[in-house]
């Protein structure tokens, strides 16, 4: 255990390292925009007098030298303040703050039915190939992978909330419902639906498709043959002998994924009216609200970071190799 | 003995899929194998011999390769007809199996008590804690230190030998009345080898097991066996006694195995140095940093240490050792594809590892070098004929010239002319091997490096390509490094041997000094693990090795 405590210790001490690097991009790619910030701000708030300006350059001390910026921005960020939207006339941190569940519900609860699905599905293809049940699977699998997401999304909602109106077409909730407790949890749900399902079936074909081929290697392995002279029933072959080796490179690449998860939803958000990090980021990106964008980015990339430190620590539990060899 | 067989294996026939190179992997077999005895079933790649054993397992790749006839009577009973609920419970629990190879036998991710335990829990009623006990109790049984802590570890923790063991013990959980054990021994060095043969012999005769052990290996068949099948392209050719097949085989093929047989009873004569010498390794050392990272030391490895040999024109110096001993390194080094950390190696007076690329540039076309695997060190995409003329366009040749000495070393070494125009998995082990040394011919070396060049051969072939190269050696005068691990291979070919051992040389000397007077402990362990050394081969078969005069 003490080997797993320093893998995690350094993962942390890595992604650190990582997280200033992103801060200080951040703060130069503010300096790479046209103009200075300031005017950027003045822009944006609407008014542009010389005097207003220079007035911004001393409230966010643009005329000291680069370095301190520098320092100053980092011990912002630091403290958790990722700025200012004029466009918004809101703190940065308060507009992530309020759109951050909303994502975070559709893409958490998309990937593990994902996950869930594909793999189970995965191991019925491999464990039945050949048959017409794992032909079904390849196909639909490879529709799942091909046809564009919003499409699907599209043609979802028509269905099930046009035609047979059993499924809200957009949005977060019933707007003016004012429900509370449970049955708020519920009207969530109900919306959730048709978005994690659009969002998981694409994630789910990659999955299945993975597991079904790394399953089929993995059959073919000396100790799988070991496994079956020990004379153990067929379904103890697979889940405890071909599937728990078979599931690690669907890890590899999941985890990989979970991290895109959080901006990798603007198509979905869009489609379904998801009041998520991605649409906020669409919207920003026309407005051109550098602040939220750049919030986003931070955001975005602690994800990432998040999430390949959880992979990391799963792959090492799941296989027992990996903590030797880091 | 009027016992029942255990086994009664009656014209069994086993059909391979269409297109394979012939209809039937085993064709009309038929043998008994009795309680308390070890019957070898013997043959190269190829015979057959693994297919008995997995249809007797129920491990044929279905639905590809079938049984297409015979019986297979566990105690009277056929098991091909029986269901499948049946045929499971005879499997692992009155019948086990022992794989070839140990690294890769046993279950990654699953602790070595658990796989022994999944034996128990399928085939008996043992409570969980019962199956511990007797899991360690196993363990024990099979000759493995702190038996209790080593339930708990994962395989990659383990050696070669002791996976093996843990296959083993496995395989005894139930009390099996049959161990299948097909190559147990291949994949491991010579000395770990004679351990588990030991282990395994002990086994049988305590527990009145009936043994079904599949080897290549005419050593490995006189250590242990009591009665011998051969089998050739999948017909059993010869089939009695142990004694009866070892010494008086009737069999032309059964001769022609055993004739092949390296041993280490003849030796070279001593080879008369002439000369300044070709090469001088002087104290090369390396060490091979392991692992490690940003905020961790990596672990040093020491390959190699204190290395120091010659080799003279026309010599063949012989590097024996075990698997990790660092013999490839030391021959990786001369070649110049691992840079040691200190030392040098002077060839014809230079030193090669103070010269820079463009330096080091015309000792590449002198020293050549043969690999270990043939299957893996030919590009499959190239021509045979474009393989072996690329090292001499390399360094300048004209191509149309170079293409027609490729077909002439290609007749040098056995091949027909067309070879130069086929890709190499038209070919077979033994055939790409004979490539290899043509491509390294082509260079015109004057110092050939070969890294257990027959290693992955079967016997029969091995002992052609030891041939070639001996002939080669003489007609070229070429000086050989010649890599092996077996001992007996090496008495075979080589003047002058070094013995190597965790990375440093424990013995150098003639071929005739350390076969008949080792002087290390380490290297009599060694002579003395050979299979079947006690065995003579029957004098009508002995014959004169490669190279005696």
Known sequence: MLGFAQLFASRLVKAAAILIAIVVMNFFLVHAAPGDPAMVMAGEAGAADEKFVTQLREQFGLDRPLYEQLGTYVGKIVQGDLGFSYRQQRPVWDILAERLPATLVLTLTAFILALAAGVALGTLAAVTVGTWADSAITVVALLAYATPIYWIGLMLSLFFSIQLGWLPAFGYETIGAGYTGLAHVADVAVHLILPVITLALFYMASYARLTRASMLEVRSLDFVKTAKAKGLSQSRIVTRHVLRNAILPVITVAGIQAGQLVGGSILIETVFAWPGIGRLAFEAVLQRDYQVLLGIFLVTSIMVILFNILTDILYGLVDPRIQVSQ | ?549
């Open chain 2, 1 to 549: 003995m009027t016992t029942t067989p255990l086994l009664d294996v009656r014209g069994l026939s086993i059909a391979l899929p269409p297109g394979a190179d012939r209809p039937l992997a085993v064709d009309n077999l038929t043998f008994t194998l009795n309680p308390d005895e070890i019957l070898c079933v013997v043959g190269e790649s190829g015979s057959g011999k693994s297919m008995t054993a997995h249809a007797m397992m129920g491990l044929l790749p279905a639905p590809h390769v079938r049984v297409a006839g015979g019986s297979l009577l566990f105690k009277g009973k056929d098991v091909l007809t029986m269901p499948e609920a049946e045929q499971r419970a005879l499997r692992g629990g009155r019948i086990a199996m022992v794989f070839q190879e140990p690294m890769t036998a046993l279950n990654p991710l699953m602790r070595v008590g658990r796989q022994i335990g999944e034996s128990l829990r399928e085939h008996t009623d043992l409570p969980a804690p019962a199956r511990r006990a007797r899991v360690v109790e196993l363990l024990a049984q099979v000759g493995l230190p702190n038996p209790a802590e080593l339930a708990e570890a994962y395989p990659f923790r383990l050696s070669g030998g002791q996976r093996q063991r843990v296959m083993i013990a496995m395989a005894l959980a139930c009390q099996p009345d049959i161990l299948i054990a097909d190559e147990p021994t291949t994949a491991l060095d010579v000395t770990t080898q004679k351990q588990i043969l030991d282990l395994i012999r002990s086994i049988q005769a305590e527990r009145h097991m009936g043994m079904m052990f599949i080897t290549h290996d005419f050593g490995v068949v006189a250590e242990i066996a009591h009665r011998v099948a051969v089998m050739r392209h999948g017909k059993l050719v010869e089939y009695g006694p142990a004694s009866d097949v070892l010494n008086r085989p009737q069999h032309p093929y059964t001769r022609q195995l055993i004739a092949s047989v390296p041993h280490y009873i003849e030796h070279r004569d001593d080879h008369a140095k002439a000369g300044a010498p070709l090469l001088v390794a002087d104290k090369v050392r390396k060490v091979f940093h392991v692992g490690g990272g940003l905020f961790k030391k990596s672990k040093e490895v020491i390959a190699g240490d204190d290395l120091s040999l010659t080799i003279h024109p026309g010599e063949t110096v012989g590097l024996v050792g075990e698997s990790g001993s660092g013999k490839s390194t030391l021959g990786r080094s001369i070649v110049g594809l691992i840079k040691p950390d200190s030392g040098r190696i002077l060839f014809e007076g230079t030193d090669l590892l103070s010269l820079d690329r463009r330096g080091f540039r015309p000792y590449r076309r002198a020293v050549q070098m043969v690999f270990q695997d043939p299957y893996a060190s030919l590009n499959p995409r190239h021509r045979v004929g474009d393989i072996v003329a690329q090292g001499p366009v390399a360094f300048g040749e004209d191509r149309a010239k170079a293409l027609t000495r490729a077909r002439e070393l290609l007749a040098m070494v056995g091949l027909d002319g067309s070879a130069a125009d086929r890709f190499p998995h038209e070919f077979s082990g033994g055939q790409r091997q004979r490539i290899g040394i043509a491509r390294a011919l082509a260079m015109e070396p004057k110092l050939l490096v070969a890294d257990e060049p027959v290693s992955a051969l079967d016997v029969s072939v091995q002992g052609q390509v030891l041939e070639l190269l001996d002939d080669i050696r003489r007609r070229l005068n070429l000086a050989m490094l010649f890599i092996t691990h077996d001992l007996r291979v090496a008495a075979q070919v080589c003047d002058t041997i070094a013995v190597m051992r965790r990375g440093k040389i424990v013995e150098l000397g003639t071929a005739r000094e350390v076969f008949t007077h080792p002087r290390d402990a380490y290297t009599r362990s060694l002579l003395d693990a050979i299979p079947g050394k006690a065995w003579q081969i029957p004098d009508d078969l002995q014959q004169v090795p490669a190279g005696a005069h």
